[in-house]
């Protein structure tokens, strides 16, 4: 699974794109199920850490399509 992480900063659009392992236990590839999941499911969780201490930040995301058709994760924080 590669994720893509787009920040708008003051106009500034950056973007991440990484591989993530996943154990097989989790590793799920129906994208129907994923689809039906993430409608379902809302919500993401940004974790970061700062001076040592984690700090996770509830985040509502929405699966939805942007101008060229291809799906994205869109949310706010």
Known sequence: ???EIYLILKK???KASYKMYTPQIYKNENQEE???F???NSFGILINQ???K???THIPI???FNSEG???LQGHI
């Open 62 to 64: 929405e699966l939805e």
């Open 70 to 72: 291809k799906e994205i």
């Open 54 to 56: 984690l700090c996770a």
């Open 12 to 14: 500034i659009v950056v």
């Open 1 to 3: 699974m590669v994720i």
């Open 34 to 36: 994923i689809r039906a």
């Open 50 to 52: 700062t001076k040592g």
């Open 38 to 40: 993430l409608k379902e």
